[in-house]
């Protein structure tokens, strides 16, 4: 059995209600440091002692189900709740429904309860709409007709990328975004969005895919299907190190992101949860690896880990 004791000289709970731009400055380094030691801070934040209240999260699953067309159960009654800046690292087995769920929070699939972001379903917002803001990216591109480049083009003028301007002007969203310059810093040339998708490798359709993912600058949540599969060790890093800084930024609208891997080095890498598919349950990994002083700023964080048999 795992048991910890956290001595704190500020009460974490405090740090949910700081403004973004607060928070990112604030909590960059505490992230670094949570995602290299598999230390879960939004766990004593949510769970601690001191906690009075609790904002509404970025994401809720509520007893979510999913059946095959023959009517077996992939999972069922699934909860999940995931806040500002988690990376939740999703694992199971072969065949355990780690892609089908993260379809169905997308609203890509047929399910049962609720998938609700900041409390709302997918409906209130819209389904088209939804998907942006909850964006799934598949860990292999299907082949697709054109270029790249053309891909690009249709995603952009999406209605659903458009917004209002609060004058009755509707703006594409999109122009802030630049999935090309995304893409080179995960190390694609730019001369490859016009080359047709079935001339791709499986890394650089899958690089291309996620850039385009991301860097349309429109999802609130991201979820990722093995995105580095088919990666190479330095292409990996460089995905791993953008995305984490842009779930650390206060420029974009980045909160959160569901990540499936089957690499246990990556998910400490960029994890800050662990959530297992056992049995068709959702399972959190609630053990802490750490023993560590670290600072934060001007405050000082004392943590002890205690490890009872």
């Keep these: 059995m795992m048991s910890y004791i956290v001595q704190l000289q500020l009460k974490l709970a405090y740090l949910t209600h700081l403004t ?15 995602t290299r030691r598999s230390f879960r801070y939004s766990d004593i934040i949510m ?4 906690c009075t209240s609790r904002t509404t999260p ?3 699953l509520r007893r979510l189900s999913c059946r095959t067309e023959q009517g077996i159960d992939i999972f069922e009654d699934c909860d999940l709740v995931v ?26 699939n047929l399910y049962e309860g609720e998938a609700l972001l900041h409390g709302k379903t997918p409906r209130s917002y819209g389904v088209p709409s939804y ?57 694609v040339d730019e001369n490859l969005w016009d080359e047709n998708w079935s001339h791709l490798s499986g890394g650089e359709s899958q690089r291309i895919a996620l850039s385009v993912g991301i860097g349309l600058e429109t999802a609130e ?7 580095t599969s088919a990666l190479d060790a330095e292409s990996t890093s460089r995905v791993e190190k953008y995305l984490l800084n842009m779930i650390h930024s206060a420029e974009t609208d980045l909160k959160a992101i569901i990540w499936i891997t089957h690499s ?24 802490v690896h750490v023993e560590e002083g670290f600072e934060l700023g001007a405050l000082t964080f004392q943590i002890r880990v205690c490890v009872h048999s």
């Design 131 to 187: 998907r942006i803001k909850v964006a799934y990216i598949p860990q292999r591109p299907s082949i697709l007709p054109g270029t790249p480049r053309d891909f690009l083009t249709t995603a952009k003028a999406f209605k659903a990328r458009r917004k209002s301007d609060g004058n009755g002007n509707v703006n594409n969203v999109t122009e802030i975004g630049n999935p090309i310059e995304v893409a080179q810093a995960f190390g």
């Design 47 to 50: 769970n601690s002692d001191f």
């Design 264 to 287: 246990e080095e990556q998910a400490q890498r960029v994890g800050t949860r662990f959530v297992h598919i056992v049995e068709g349950k959702l399972v959190e990994d609630s053990t």
């Design 58 to 60: 970025i994401l809720e």
């Design 20 to 34: 973004r731009s607060l928070t990112y400055l604030s909590t960059c380094s505490f992230r670094s440091f949570a």
């Design 83 to 108: 806040n500002d800046g988690d990376v939740v690292i999703l694992q199971g087995k072969s065949g355990s429904g780690k892609t089908t769920l993260l379809k169905c929070i997308a609203h890509l």
């Design 221 to 227: 949540v991201l979820l990722l299907d093995e995105p």
